[in-house]
């Protein structure tokens, strides 16, 4: 079974430039997640998607940041403009509908903003 | 809200100690709790879960029980390796599949 897959695993932009990372979740997966993960902390969700609906976005800082899950399958999280606080890890998860099903975790996306 | 309380790092251990890692949470309803690891270099991964009071998950030696009366999920291993040398995450699951994560324990092993 193949893992959930995000791009690109590196990044550096300057503040005010913008960025946008992808994510394909494992096949079948109706629930994808975004969230950030500071160095030194553990991951905060930013968005959660139930299929193509936003199940829960209260964290996700909508001046800057965007994310969209076109067709339930992929998805991308964009941040324009990007600033320096937003340097951090970016990770994409997905899990399936069962009450006890854990998550699956990407890779990760490392943005460095300079 | 819901909320996940991990005990503070760095630990550091001799090879072979015994090691636990304290969690604690705050949820309404039925939570089911995990454990992630997240390995130098690598993304998180399931190191055990446990989906209803008094249930214990186990994996690669590790273990850890869920006590609803104490609101806990400590992680525990007998013999700790060097290759344990990680970052270990507390999380529950609560209605909505909304996940809430510790904010890590990073564990060094030393020969």
Known sequence: EAGVAQSPRYKIIEKRQSVAFWCNPISGHATLYWYQQILGQGPKLLIQFQNNGVVDDSQLPKDRFSAERLKGVDSTLKIQPAKLEDSAVYLCASSSSGIYNEQFFGPGTRLTVL | ?111
């Open chain 2, 1 to 111: 809200g819901d909320s996940v309380t991990q005990m503070e790092g760095p630990v550091t251990l001799s090879e072979e100690a015994f090691l636990t890692i304290n969690c604690t949470y705050t949820a309404t309803g039925y939570p089911s709790l995990f454990w992630y690891v997240q390995y130098p270099g690598e993304g998180l991964q399931l190191l055990l879960k446990a989906t209803k009071a008094d249930d214990k998950g186990s994996n690669k030696g590790f273990e850890a029980t869920y006590r609803k009366e104490t609101t806990s999920f400590h992680l525990e291993k007998g013999s700790v390796q060097v290759s344990d040398s990680a970052v270990y995450f507390c999380a529950l699951r609560v209605r909505g599949n909304q996940f809430y994560f510790g904010t890590g324990t990073s564990l060094t092993v030393i020969p």
